[in-house]
Nanobody, 118 residues
Framework: VQLQASGGGLVQPGGSLRLSCAAS????????IGWFRQAPGKEREAVSC????????YYDEPAKGRFTISRDNTKNTIYLQLNNLQLEDTAVYYC????????????WGQGTQVTVSS
């Protein structure tokens, strides 16, 4: 099982980024893929999740109204579009395999750094 997160970078407040999570080594259509983030000195928090069985999407408070999760089945890749980024969105963003509804995840990617700074 491999989850490769990428797409992070440095962006100004109000800017956008698209994160990617390339998944391999397992049958995608029986799992969900969640995005999480962890800022320095803070606990990891859930951001969003997409069910690969039926495409249902879930958003936690940090993501509502600004982030969009999606998938490309042909590329086995899950995306997280980050819009209107704010200073408090600065964190390492991780993708993980598991169950959106049960909020349980067993494999994690290595993370990609998102830095919002003016």
């Amino acid at each position: 099982v491999q989850l490769q997160a990428s797409g992070g970078g440095l962006v100004q407040p109000g800017g956008s980024l698209r994160l990617s999570c390339a998944a391999s080594g397992f049958s995608l259509d029986v799992y969900g893929i969640g995005w999480f983030r962890q800022a320095p000195g803070k606990e990891r928090e859930a951001v969003s999740c997409i069910s690969l069985t039926d495409g249902s999407t879930y958003y936690d408070e940090p993501a509502k109204g600004r982030f969009t999760i999606s998938r490309d089945n042909t590329k086995n890749t899950i995306y997280l579009q980050l819009n209107n980024l704010q200073l408090e969105d600065t964190a390492v963003y991780y993708c993980a395999r598991g169950s959106c509804l049960m909020e349980a995840y067993d494999y994690w990617g290595q993370g990609t750094q998102v830095t919002v700074s003016s």
